[in-house]
């Protein structure tokens, strides 16, 4: 009767554990067309934990001070990220109307003086690569307007989420330590590694994104390259891209420079885009988030690199993240077998 009882226990829990398992599965289907808003959410109720905290100890009301630091985070990022879209578009526009009517005659006497290629074979082809140019402006701006609904959506969605995460993310922290197989010392070792990974790949994209706008906006202003601030923020937020963000402003901007018949503004500027610019995230990202992270910098940059070619943007987040964590449990599983390479197994 025994083994009967128990091989009834077991078939359930096995039977149990099987519905479980599809219905975290339907579970993942139903979530996944947010989970990029999900992640964006759970990284910024990370970072901006503490402004919930303080407005918990004033308004003493999880859903009011939720509601409050929801709002606050609303305001600091869609009010800069609305200007800078605003002033881009502008930018454009003008970009688009200055390639129209650009003048290659100058750019095309200029090479053919030097390569011996005629006047108008490089006339015809510097007009086909401009036109080539402005297409894909224009196609930017495009693109920028049609995707415009499904961000706006993902952005609701992610504001509405880090409301409850704010809310409720000290009892979702009890139920992960609760349900997790690891003693309670490991688990809140692991959340307070998965937290300083966050807070390292933040602060490692806002020093390198400071780090290559700046720098990329005084040699901007040394050449001579209109809207110089403008770009300076351009190539802060394309250095969301690691190794190659940067060099989609130098890159086009040095090229301009040569084809106007400016062929030593232009390989300077190269140069320093190539050897300054592009290296500040090569050494500044994986210094920064393996200093807070106290990871191998190695490890940080493959989890980097890793990370964006697998998730995308967020992906700059989650790679070290997932590295720092692996690294962690794999210690917790060295722990776990040293005893048994004594002879003794843990009691």
């Known amino acids: ?10 078939g359930r829990t096995l039977a149990l554990a099987a519905f479980a398992g599809v219905a975290l599965y339907l579970t ?26 303080r407005s918990r100890s004033v308004l003493r009301s999880d859903g009011l001070a939720a509601f409050a630091a929801t709002l606050m985070v609303v305001v600091c990022v869609i009010l800069p990220l609305t200007l800078a879209l605003w002033v881009a578009v502008g930018e454009l526009r003008e970009a688009y109307r200055h390639v129209r009517n650009w003048n290659p005659d100058r750019a095309a006497e200029w090479i053919s003086a030097r390569s011996g290629v005629p006047v108008e074979e490089m006339r015809h ?3 086909s690569e401009m036109g080539q140019y402005a297409t894909r402006i224009l196609s930017v701006g495009r693109t920028l307007v049609t995707g415009a609904g499904s961000t706006i959506f993902q952005w609701i969605i992610a504001f509405v989420t880090l409301f409850f995460l704010f809310r409720d993310g000290t009892r979702i922290r009890d139920a992960i330590i609760s349900y997790s197989p690891l003693r ?4 809140r070792l692991l959340l307070s590694q998965l937290h300083d ?9 806002i020093a390198v994104g400071a780090a290559q706008g700046v720098l990329t906006g005084i040699a901007l202003w040394a050449f001579g390259i209109p809207s110089p601030v403008l770009w300076s923020i351009v190539t802060a937020a394309l250095s969301l891209i690691p190794l190659f963000g940067s060099g ?4 086009p ?13 232009g390989l300077l500027l190269a140069v320093w885009g190539a050897a300054v610019v592009a290296q500040v995230d090569n050494i500044v990202r994986p210094w920064v988030v393996s200093g807070r992270a106290g990871s191998n910098p190695l490890l940080v940059l493959f989890g980097l690199l890793g990370g964006v070619q697998a998730f995308g943007i967020s992906g700059i987040f989650l790679g070290p993240a997932i590295v720092s964590t692996t690294a962690t449990l794999l210690g917790f599983l060295a722990q776990s077998l040293g ?6 197994g843990e009691k």
């Open 248 to 251: 989609l402003v130098w890159g």
């Open 125 to 127: 082809w510097a007009v």
């Open 253 to 265: 901007a040095a090229l301009m420079l040569v084809l106007q018949g400016s062929w030593g503004k």
């Open 197 to 205: 990974s966050i807070m390292a790949s933040m602060l490692g994209v």
């Open 28 to 53: 993942f289907l139903v979530v996944q067309p947010f989970l990029t808003a999900i992640t964006m959410a759970t990284i910024l109720s990370v970072v901006f934990r503490p402004l919930y905290s």
């Open 339 to 344: 005893p048994l390479e004594g002879g003794q």
């Open 184 to 187: 309670q010392v490991q688990i």
């Open 1 to 10: 009767m025994c083994c009967l009882y128990n091989f009834c226990v077991n």
